[in-house]
């Protein structure tokens, strides 16, 4: 086999490698349909892995989704450079580790508007 077959040989391999991670990866409706107050306990029992997509609808006049670090989940607060979502259908793909998602609206967070989501 000379290299340029080898070369082809590895690139098909790669782009199977990649395509077959991304058909195993599942998409999560958040709240089962409705990102709202109460889904705090929603990922229970639930498994998520690095790449799976979790997909936030809300109506934006009243809902927004904040990706925020642990402190942030705790407190209901934002730190500054967050990554906020306000579209009212957002899908946000998972990475590994815990990822912590609030609403940002006041009062939303502390009536368990928020999620834990660990996925490996």
Known sequence: MGRG???SAVAVILIFLL????????????????????????????????????????????????????????????????KVYRSGNDNVQIGGGTTYYICTFPGHCQGGMKIAIHAS
Request: charged share 10%.
């Open 19 to 82: 395509y077959s991670q991304m058909a195993l990866a599942t998409q999560f409706a958040v709240g089962d349909g409705a990102w709202t107050f109460g889904v705090s306990n929603w990922p229970n029992g639930k498994t998520f892995k690095s790449g799976d997509t979790l997909e936030f609808i809300y109506n934006p006049a009243i809902h927004d989704v904040a990706v925020v670090d642990e402190n942030g989940y705790n407190t209901c607060s934002v730190p500054s450079g967050s």
């Open 5 to 7: 077959s080898a070369s």
